[in-house]
Every structure is written in C-alpha cells, then in structure tokens.
C-alpha cells in the first residue's frame, strides 16, 4: 500500500516538472522564437547580451517561468532578465548583445 502512494507522488512530480518545462520552453519560443540556446536577453536596466538558456536547467540563474534573475554582464549588477526575439532588434542592437556575453556555464 505504501509503495502504491510512493510511485503515485513520484508520478504526479514527474507530471508537475515535465509541465513547468513545456511552459517554459513555449515562453521561451513566443519571446525568442528559439527553443533553447544561445539567447538575446534584456535585463531590467535595458542592458542587451546574450546567455544560454536551457529550458528545465539553470546553473547560473533563478528561473522564474520565462524570466530569469541573473548577473547582467554589462551593469555588472543581478536583474531580472527576458529573452528577446533576435529579428526584432535593430542591428546595432544584435551587434551589441553579440558583444557581451554572460559566463559560459550552462
């Protein structure tokens, strides 16, 4: 009887995590229209880089559904930060989140 509840709340986890991670990824693609990857991200000051998104995964960061909390590395400072649809920023734009990237970890 008790295994039969262990694997049941093991299941509905499951359930709940695999949910979070698919509502992440579709967050991910309606800002970005990327579905993981290198990413262009604008923190709360408006500073542009680029950062590695993993949907599901952040080693870096503190994942709040399609935002994360992060160190900007262009203010040096923590923000919240919104991936950003690379097609919609001007060039000089793109070139400038080209040129600052946040550290390499995933």
């Known amino acids: ?4 509840k262990k694997a049941s709340v093991r299941r ?4 709940i995590a695999a ?5 992440e990824t579709a967050g991910l693609w309606l800002q970005s229209r990327r579905l993981a990857g290198e990413v262009v991200v604008r923190c709360s000051r408006g500073h542009l880089f680029t950062t590695i998104w993993i949907p599901g995964a952040s ?4 994942r709040l559904v399609w935002r994360r909390f992060q ?8 923000s919240l930060v919104t991936p950003l649809d690379e097609s919609k ?13 946040d ?4």
Do not use: F, N, Q, Y
């Open 103 to 106: 550290i390499r970890l995933p």
């Open 19 to 23: 949910v979070g991670v698919v509502v």
């Open 12 to 15: 509905r986890a499951g359930i």
């Open 59 to 62: 080693v870096k960061s503190l």
């Open 71 to 78: 160190r900007c590395p262009v203010g040096g400072h923590w």
């Open 1 to 4: 009887m008790r295994l039969a």
């Open 89 to 101: 920023l001007t060039e000089d734009e793109r070139r400038i989140a080209h040129e600052h990237h």
